[in-house]
């Protein structure tokens, strides 16, 4: 699948925003959360957001890749702060980093 994504990208048949508007895009995105139902962050359960650790834009190649994802809630510190680091337009590198020991610094 990797594949033929990294096909369509070369060949300009698809856009990096536009693949979220994918059959494949939505299906892998709640394959991923039904596998991943809270917060990895916070735990809660209500108001998810699947993150990219990097984001479409940057790697489009990662865009159904599971590795690449994370269920961060809508709470600020959640997805806006351990995601994205207070900016929507930037993004958290060390998001795995910090996942597997909640308490290290941003
Ligand atoms: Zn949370
Ligand atoms: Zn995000």
């Known amino acids: 699948m990797l594949g033929f994504l990294r096909f369509l990208f070369r060949n300009g048949g698809i856009s990096a925003l536009g693949i979220r508007n994918t059959a494949v895009y939505k299906r892998v995105m709640k394959e991923y959360l039904s ?3 809270n917060c990895e962050y916070c735990g809660r359960d209500k108001k998810l957001d699947v993150h990219h650790k990097i984001p479409v834009s940057v790697a489009p190649e990662l865009a159904t890749d599971k590795n690449n994802m994370v269920t961060l809630c809508r709470k600020p510190q959640c997805h806006f ?11 958290n590198d060390k998001i795995s980093k910090i996942l597997s020991a909640p308490n290290a610094q941003i």
């Open 35 to 37: 596998s991943h139902p």
């Open 81 to 91: 702060i351990i995601g994205h680091k207070g900016n929507w337009k930037d993004y």
